[in-house]
């Protein structure tokens, strides 16, 4: 099947997040609430392709549906919903090891609490002014799915810190939470396999996690953050005693969020072993570009999509994300 699609290639960098895969154990569903609470529309939509599934290392899912869906702004990340299983019995946000959260810039996040609840998506914590590199006012909510977003209204003037600039309802994914047995080791891999340079370690009383794995909101955990260009990519957190391996049926894509997909320059500069040998895929939002997988120290599965070497990252701050 032939995507449809009216999908914008946005700006380019190394280590810029591309989007973020989710599965949906019900799509029609997920693409509903995501139009309804993100107010998201349809970029593209397939089926997966045999050679797409052989590039996640995942032959299972090979035929499932797949709808892209994102922003108005054309310069923003996306979110490709990809056709999944029930989530197993259990199942919770946060509580496993992979990929744990979408952080996205939003303009209003009272308003964005109400369409999200009003959507079906579960609240997890309700907007709160938080002070982090910055003046912000984030929420935290689940979908459908199991897949937790962190949603965060920048107060201020973004320029000064590391945020984007939003310009839609929720806007760019602009950090991906990594929920991690060991940081050290996957702080390693993103510095040395994918050029992501080591930013800060952090602790603070983290109250989503908390609340997901049982403990007193004012537990202090620790996260570490890597970053692309200017501004933090991947936000790698310490797990607790009690999280466990995410369970994925064989040949699948995990359940909540599945894989975060990257920008990279070359693909020869990416140390860790591929999945499958790259391939040039011509449908959204890959538009001709070599791509393939790597799975990182935590088992997450990570896309990779060659841009060649375009921008170093160090005139992301006048772009509008």
């Known amino acids: 099947m032939r995507p449809e699609t009216d999908y914008a290639t946005p700006w380019e960098v190394h280590g810029r997040i591309q989007l973020a895969t989710v599965c949906a154990p ?13 107010r998201f529309r349809v970029i593209a939509r397939g089926k ?6 052989a590039l996640w290392g995942a032959k299972a899912m090979e035929g499932k549906r797949w709808v892209l869906m994102g922003p108005e702004n054309p310069h923003s990340t996306a979110i490709r919903i990809v056709e ?3 989530l197993p019995e259990g199942y919770a946000p946060l509580c496993t090891y992979g990929w744990g959260a979408l952080e996205m810039a939003v ?19 309700a907007p709160a002014d938080r002070q982090f590199s910055g003046p912000v006012k984030p929420m935290q909510a689940a979908g459908l799915g199991g897949e937790m977003f962190f949603l965060t209204e920048i107060r201020g003037d973004p320029k000064h810190y590391f945020y984007p600039r939003p310009v839609s309802f929720v806007d760019q994914l602009f950090i991906a939470i990594l929920s991690t047995p060991d940081r050290r080791a996957a702080q390693a891999f993103y510095e040395h396999a ?8 952090y602790e603070m ?14 537990t202090l955990q620790q996260f570490t953050m890597v970053k692309s260009g200017k501004r933090p990519a991947v936000q790698i957190d310490q797990m607790p005693a009690g999280a466990t391996k995410r369970p994925v049926a064989p040949a699948k894509l995990p359940p909540g969020i599945a894989m975060i997909t990257f920008l990279v320059d070359r693909l020869e ?5 591929l999945l499958a040998p790259p391939q040039d895929i011509s449908f959204a939002p890959y538009a001709g570009s070599r791509s393939a997988c790597v799975r990182g120290a935590a088992g997450e599965l990570i896309e990779l999509i060659e841009i060649g070497e375009m921008s170093d990252g160090d005139e992301e701050d006048d772009v509008e994300i």
């Not at 997966?48 to 599934?53: E, Q």
């Not at 009383?205 to 004012?218: I, Q």
């Open 84 to 86: 999944g299983d029930p």
């Open 194 to 201: 994918l050029g992501f340079p080591f930013v800060a370690d």
């Open 107 to 125: 303009l209003n996040v009272m308003e964005v609490n109400d369409a999200v609840a009003a959507a079906g998506f579960r609240i997890v914590g």
């Open 205 to 218: 009383a983290y109250t989503s996690l908390n609340k997901c794995m049982g403990l007193p909101v004012e």
């Open 26 to 38: 019900d799509m029609d569903a997920m693409v509903e609430s995501y139009a309804k609470g993100l």
């Open 48 to 53: 997966v392709t045999p050679d797409l599934a």
């Open 269 to 273: 500069d990416v140390s860790a072993p």
